[in-house]
């Protein structure tokens, strides 16, 4: 027969097995779980980016426009100016 020291060991670790078994398909979900919420995360913020670069493109094309404009309006001023100096 084994002493009681050496059973209460062997009954420990057959009893932990299930336990340790349990608690590593516990944090196997909680690691699917993490990595499927960083693929939301992800997704979201390259929406967000792509958002902003659409709408930095449409205010840069604006901004153009106006530069566009501001030229022939400045040349327009100019020739006027250079008419009536005369």
Do not use: C, H, W
């Amino acid at each position: 027969m084994k002493p009681f020291q050496e059973a209460s060991k062997e009954q420990t670790g057959t009893e932990n097995e299930p336990l340790s078994y349990l608690t590593a398909e516990t944090e196997i979900e909680k690691l699917a779980s993490f990595e499927a919420g960083l693929g939301e995360r992800k997704n979201e913020t390259l929406f967000k980016i792509t958002a902003e670069i659409e709408d930095i493109e449409k205010v840069l094309k604006q901004a153009e426009q106006l530069a566009q404009r501001l030229k022939k309006r400045l040349q327009q001023l100019k020739d006027l100016q250079r008419v009536l100096s005369r």
